[in-house]
């Protein structure tokens, strides 16, 4: 029988670090730079975010049931599953700054402070950054200190 590897216990348990959440450095989509923003999140095992996708589910059960009964007029369109998703992630975001500062440019160019509506805002503006950060929210690897 051959060696086995020590297990990782951190690897096990992610909650407690993604409840910390962890700072995600943003880079120019294609130069690949550090374009100085940096942005703290929750990671996806966080109760918080548990939370939020709870209250999500749960609303689209009950326009599904509304009535009682299973609706057949139900639909739920793409920009709401997306404005959905834009929401999560914001409200995973605790905390971002740029040059020092806890603001960041927005897309007129004006400091913006972080609020969910200006998170969603920055999303929706930047989907090169959306993306940087969803993957980061959704990689336990970086709730996983020392591995």
């Known amino acids: 029988m051959g060696k086995t590897k020590k297990l990782n216990l951190k690897s096990l348990y992610t909650i407690d670090a993604a ?18 923003i940096v942005i703290n999140v929750l990671g996806k095992d966080a109760n918080e ?18 009535g009682g009964y299973r609706s057949q007029s139900f639909t739920l369109s793409p920009e709401e599953i997306e404005l959905d998703a834009l929401e999560l992630l914001a409200k995973m975001t605790k905390r971002w700054s740029y040059e020092g500062k806890d603001t960041i440019p927005g897309p007129d160019g004006k400091e913006m402070e972080l609020t969910v509506e200006n ?8 989907p090169a950054s959306r993306e940087q950060i969803d993957n980061a929210v959704g990689d336990r690897a970086n709730l996983i200190k020392n591995l």
């Open 19 to 36: 409840n910390e959440g962890f700072d995600v450095k943003l880079y120019d989509s294609v130069t690949l730079v550090d374009n100085g």
């Open 49 to 66: 975010f548990q939370k939020v996708s709870s209250s999500q589910q749960k609303k689209r059960i009950a326009k599904m049931t509304k």
């Open 119 to 126: 998170a969603v805002l920055f999303y929706t503006e930047s």
